[in-house]
């Protein structure tokens, strides 16, 4: 088989389609949301149930929690991390405005809940570039939570 004009002999051809099927793999890797590269709803589901989890046993932030709907909040979530991993779902981010409205979280509950957040994802070993990339999009959500 010759490959811009060279020889090559079958061992050659076999390194070749190796490295060519790893570069094809990275390539797919890269084109992929992250939504499908951590396996879709379901991982989505048992992240927010984590997150939710540990949210509940900090005593700060439980009392929030006290009254409130947690399947519900959990299904909303679940739409939120779907939408924000380029998921086949669609959320409104004004919504995160009128849910925290009344709320007065501070800057300090709102750094804890990203806290949380993040070891959830490191948990559920979300790669740390994708960890970077999902945080920072939180952190851009601060206005429409935090009370100034
Ligand atoms: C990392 C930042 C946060 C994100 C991404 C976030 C996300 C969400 C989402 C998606 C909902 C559901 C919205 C809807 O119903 O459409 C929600 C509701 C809620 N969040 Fe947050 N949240 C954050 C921070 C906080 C903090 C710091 C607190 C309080 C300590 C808090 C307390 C609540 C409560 C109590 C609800 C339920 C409101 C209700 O149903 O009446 N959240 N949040």
Known sequence: MSLYGRKLS??????????LGKVIEKLH????????KYGGISTIQSLVR???QDVLA???????FSNINMQALMGHQVDLFCFIMSGPCSFNLER??????????SEELFAEVATVLQSTLEDHQVEPDDVQQIMETVASTADLI???
């Open 10 to 19: 079958r061992r050659s051809d076999t390194i070749c389609i190796g490295i």
């Open 29 to 36: 890797t890269l084109a992929m949301s992250l939504f499908e």
């Open 50 to 52: 984590d997150f939710y």
């Open 58 to 64: 900090s005593p700060t932030l439980s009392p929030f």
């Open 96 to 105: 995160l405005r009128t849910a925290h409205m009344g709320l007065k979280i």
């Open 146 to 148: 935090v009370r100034r």
